[in-house]
């Protein structure tokens, strides 16, 4: 079947902006070794999102329900910690600001984040929500390393700090005569210039949990999927074994 220009030329058009998401950073990123497999991780990566990201960023294509089911949170506890305004057990996971206030208020409107660590690999937005910083020349008085002139305000200021880019004294390496680290000033670093309601591990602890649910979010199958690989593969091999001595039976008096 051939396809016209023009559908051709559509289908172009709709890959191209996905390839351009999906594209890396130039900025060296920090590993984030995802564990779906971590409940307790998971759990707390979405009170954070409820608390801190629900107020502009949507997960349209999950539900409250789906949700606990998976991350066994009781619909109690769920829809007293998790669950705001008049949202019901069963409803999407869809927020209440208006698409014009919020286009006026940022310069665009805040995106549903349903699939983003589909779109963003997890050590992208690992080091992404730790590294804002600083800027009295943007709108929200920061920026961000991993995404110049980034147009979100940074949500989690309160829990990490103020953090600056500037110059710093940076650890490499020790003095193997004096045991004392070796301490080498570099220029554009990020450092915590006062530090907030979390300390740098448990900021960093927090982001992981944060990134873990949104990996989650992303593809809510990808455990299930991985546990029934495991039985597809151990039918193969139970498999293999009849096939192999019919295929022998098959072909032995056929010279």
């Given at each position: 079947m051939?396809?016209?220009m023009k559908?051709?030329?559509?289908?172009?058009?709709?890959?191209?902006?996905?390839?351009?998401?999906?594209?890396?950073?130039?900025?060296?990123?920090d590993?984030?070794?995802?564990?779906?497999?971590?409940?307790?991780?998971?759990?707390?990566g979405?009170?954070t999102?409820?608390?801190?990201?629900?107020?502009?960023?949507?997960?349209?294509?999950?539900?409250?329900?789906?949700?606990?089911?998976?991350?066994d949170?009781?619909?109690?506890?769920?829809?007293e910690?998790?669950?705001?305004a008049?949202?019901?057990?069963?409803?999407?996971?869809?927020?209440a600001?208006?698409?014009v206030?919020?286009k006026?208020w940022?310069?665009a409107?805040p995106?549903?984040?349903?699939l983003?660590?589909?779109?963003?690999?997890?050590?992208?937005?690992?080091?992404y929500?730790?590294?804002?910083?600083?800027?009295?020349?943007?709108p929200?008085?920061?920026?961000?390393?991993?995404?110049?002139d980034?147009?979100?305000?940074?949500?989690?200021?309160?829990?990490?700090g103020?953090?600056?880019?500037?110059?710093?004294?940076?650890e490499e390496?020790?003095?193997?005569?004096?045991?004392?680290?070796?301490?080498?000033e570099k220029e554009?670093?990020l450092?915590?210039?006062e530090?907030?309601?979390?300390?740098?591990d448990?900021?960093?602890?927090?982001?992981?949990?944060?990134v873990?649910?949104?990996?989650?979010m992303?593809?809510?199958?990808a455990?299930?999927?991985?546990?029934?690989?495991?039985?597809v593969?151990?039918?193969l091999?139970?498999?293999f074994?009849?096939?192999?001595?019919?295929?022998?039976?098959?072909?032995?008096?056929?010279?």
């Amino acid at each position: 079947m051939k396809l016209g220009m023009k559908k051709i030329f559509a289908l172009v058009a709709a890959f191209v902006p996905a390839l351009a998401l999906a594209a890396g950073s130039s900025v060296p990123l920090d590993e984030h070794r995802t564990d779906l497999h971590d409940t307790a991780s998971l759990q707390r990566g979405a009170q954070t999102f409820a608390n801190y990201c629900m107020g502009c960023h949507s997960m349209e294509h999950a539900r409250y329900n789906r949700v606990a089911k998976d991350l066994d949170i009781p619909e109690e506890l769920m829809m007293e910690n998790l669950v705001f305004a008049d949202k019901k057990f069963g409803d999407k996971m869809t927020i209440a600001m208006d698409q014009v206030d919020s286009k006026r208020w940022f310069g665009a409107t805040p995106p549903d984040l349903t699939l983003v660590a589909r779109v963003r690999r997890p050590d992208w937005l690992y080091t992404y929500l730790r590294s804002f910083y600083e800027d009295d020349s943007r709108p929200w008085g920061v920026n961000n390393v991993v995404f110049k002139d980034v147009g979100m305000p940074h949500v989690l200021a309160e829990l990490q700090g103020n953090q600056v880019l500037g110059t710093a004294l940076v650890e490499e390496g020790f003095d193997t005569l004096t045991g004392q680290p070796i301490m080498v000033e570099k220029e554009h670093v990020l450092y915590i210039e006062e530090e907030g309601t979390l300390s740098a591990d448990e900021y960093d602890k927090l982001v992981y949990d944060l990134v873990n649910f949104m990996v989650y979010m992303a593809e809510p199958i990808a455990v299930e999927r991985e546990r029934l690989g495991w039985w597809v593969l151990l039918f193969l091999a139970i498999f293999f074994v009849p096939v192999y001595f019919l295929n022998k039976e098959f072909w032995r008096d056929i010279k």
